[in-house]
């Protein structure tokens, strides 16, 4: 992804500059500068996006860019690769098992999830040969909800914790693919 185009933005009482960086019509910020944006703590910030992912408002894998934070005492924090890496998951099956362990780790273990995540996956990419974009998107949304249900009865999850499972599992399969098959 090309760095984009630099854009400064000034607040409207003058207190705040912001260089934004515009990339394919998105602009990203980094939470040091939505706090400063919206004059609040970074802590604030996260905790306000933590919410919104956990909510299920916006899915992470859509706003979120795969970067390495340093925090200012200089110690480095892991990378999605890195913990997608520790999983056995490949960095976009990263994404499906977040929105998911959420809920569901202390019910299933880590282990099992990370299988079970790998497993959904091949299911969507099988489900990915159809067309997502209108008129089909209902006929290959149905398809794959199918395959979802069956991989999750042979993983022998639970069946109360199906209708979550699914519905977490299509809106991260949604963003990742949005633009099926134009993107393939």
């Not at 909510?55 to 970067?67: L, R």
């Not at 569901?104 to 040969?129: G, P």
């Not at 639970?158 to 209708?163: I, P």
Request: glycine letters at 4%; zero cysteines; charged letters at 30%.
């Amino acid at each position: 992804m090309s760095e984009g185009e630099l854009v400064l933005y000034r607040t409207q009482d003058g207190s705040s500059e912001i260089l934004l960086r515009a990339t394919e019509g998105t602009v990203w910020l980094t939470q040091a500068e939505i706090a400063d944006l919206f004059d609040t703590t970074k802590q604030n910030v996260r905790l306000h996006l933590k919410n919104l992912f956990r909510e299920g408002e916006i899915v992470e894998q859509s706003v979120v860019k795969d970067h390495l934070t340093t925090a200012a005492d200089g110690k480095a924090y892991r990378t999605k690769q890195q913990r997608a890496g520790e999983l056995n998951l490949a960095p976009e099956e990263l994404a499906f098992y977040d929105a998911v362990a959420a809920k569901l780790a202390t019910v299933y273990d880590q282990k099992f999830l990370a299988s079970l995540i790998h497993d959904v996956v091949l299911a969507v990419k099988r489900n990915l040969k159809g067309d997502w974009t209108e008129p089909h998107r209902d006929a290959v949304q149905a398809e794959v909800r199918s395959a979802f249900r069956r991989v999750l009865r042979t993983q022998e999850v639970r069946r109360e914790d199906f209708e979550y499972l699914v519905e977490k599992i299509m809106e991260q399969a949604q963003a990742l693919y949005a633009r099926w098959p134009l993107a393939a």
